[in-house]
C-alpha cells in the first residue's frame, strides 16, 4: 500500500487476524490491531501524514536524539526520514522469524544527513507480528566506518486507552526518574503504581525488563517487554499542552498515553563494526487475564 504521499506502507496480517501496518515515513508503526480487529495504537484525529515531520501516533522512533537536549532536531531525524526495505538482512535469532510474519527495513545516511550528524551507521528494524497479534520491534545499529559515536533510542509508543484517568503503570514503582517538566531533575517514584492526573513527561531508570499498562475500563492490560532498553518514558500532555499542539485534538490526550521503551540516561557508544540490539514485544491482553496468572 501507499499512503496519500506516495509512501509506501507495508501491511503485516497473520492468520487468526491481527495486523499491523509500518510506514517506510520514519520506520514507523502505525496501526497495530488485535484479532478483533480494534485499534491498540493511538493516532491522533489531527495527525498529519505529511513528511518531514513524524504524523502524532503510533511508535514513533527517537533515533539518535531523544528530546530536545542535544544539537539534533527535537526526538533526532531517524521518525523524518523515509527508510527502505531492506531485501537481505543479516540472520536474526530463529526465536525472531520462527512463526512470525515480519519487514526488514533500513536506515543509513545519505550524504546531506553526514552534516548534522557525521556517523556512517546503519539501523536495521525488524517489525513483526506473532500468530497470536504479539507485536515486536528490533534494532539493530551499527558503526559501519569511522569514529566512535553515541545515541539515545526511544520506541514512542501511543497506546490507545479508553480513559487516561482509568489507567495505571505497574512496574515503575519506587525507581527513581528525570522530569522533563524540571529541566530533567533527578525525584523517587513513591508508592504504588502510577496513575494519571496532570501532565507526565518523565523518564525511569533502570526499570525492569517487563511492564504493565492496566486499562480498567477497556479490561484490556498492555504487556511491555524490552531488552537491551533501560530506561522507560510516561508522557501525556493533558488539557493545556494539548491545546497548543496542532496535530492533537484538545480533548483527545484522555485517550492517549506514551510509553517508550528507550535508552537515554546513558547514551548507546559504538565503536568502528559494533552493533547494537535493543528489543520490544508488546502484546495486548484481557486484564482479568493478568490478574488470574
Ligand atoms: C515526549 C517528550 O516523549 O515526546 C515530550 O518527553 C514531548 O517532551 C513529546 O513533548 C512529543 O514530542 P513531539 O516532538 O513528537 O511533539
Not at 504521499?5 to 491481527?18: F, K
Not at 508503526?29 to 478483533?36: D, F, G, L
Not at 513524524?54 to 523515509?82: D, W, Y
Request: net charge negative.
Amino acid at each position: 500500500a501507499r499512503d496519500w504521499n506516495g509512501i509506501e506502507q507495508v501491511v503485516l496480517r497473520v492468520p487468526r487476524g491481527a495486523s499491523a501496518k509500518v510506514s517506510l515515513h520514519g520506520g514507523q508503526v502505525i496501526s497495530w490491531k488485535n484479532e478483533r480487529g480494534e485499534e491498540l495504537l493511538f493516532t491522533s484525529s489531527k495527525a498529519i501524514f505529511k513528511p518531514p515531520k513524524a504524523m502524532r501516533g503510533g511508535i514513533p522512533i527517537c533515533f539518535p536524539q531523544f528530546g530536545n537536549c542535544g544539537s539534533l532536531e527535537q526526538h533526532g531525524f531517524a521518525r523524518n526520514k523515509v527508510w527502505s526495505i531492506d531485501d537481505d538482512p543479516p540472520t536474526l535469532h530463529s526465536n525472531d522469524s520462527n512463526g512470525k510474519v515480519f519487514v526488514d527495513l533500513l536506515l543509513k545516511p545519505m550524504e546531506d544527513d553526514l552534516k548534522c550528524w557525521p556517523h556512517c551507521f546503519e539501523f536495521r528494524l525488524r517489525v513483526s507480528l506473532s500468530m497470536d497479534g504479539n507485536l515486536t520491534l528490533i534494532s539493530r545499529i551499527r558503526n559501519i566506518n569511522g569514529k566512535q559515536f553515541s545515541f539515545s533510542i526511544a520506541y514512542h509508543t501511543y497506546f490507545s486507552v479508553s480513559n487516561i484517568s482509568e489507567v495505571r503503570v505497574e512496574g515503575l514503582e519506587t525507581l527513581d526518574y528525570l522530569d522533563n517538566l524540571c529541566q530533567r531533575e533527578r525525584f523517587t517514584e513513591q508508592g504504588d503504581a502510577i496513575t494519571f492526573e496532570s501532565e507526565v513527561d518523565r523518564i525511569y531508570l533502570g526499570t525492569p525488563n517487563v511492564v504493565a499498562v492496566l486499562d480498567h475500563e477497556k479490561k484490556r492490560t498492555f504487556v511491555i517487554r524490552k531488552e537491551g532498553l533501560p530506561d522507560m518514558v510516561l508522557w501525556n500532555p493533558w488539557e493545556k499542552k494539548s491545546k497548543s499542539m496542532l496535530d492533537l485534538g484538545d480533548d483527545e490526550y484522555k485517550q492517549m498515553l506514551c510509553v517508550d521503551a528507550a535508552a537515554i540516561e546513558r547514551p548507546i557508544t559504538l565503536k568502528t563494526g559494533e552493533e547494537w540490539t535493543g528489543r520490544l514485544e508488546i502484546s495486548a491482553v484481557p486484564s482479568s487475564y493478568c490478574s488470574d496468572h
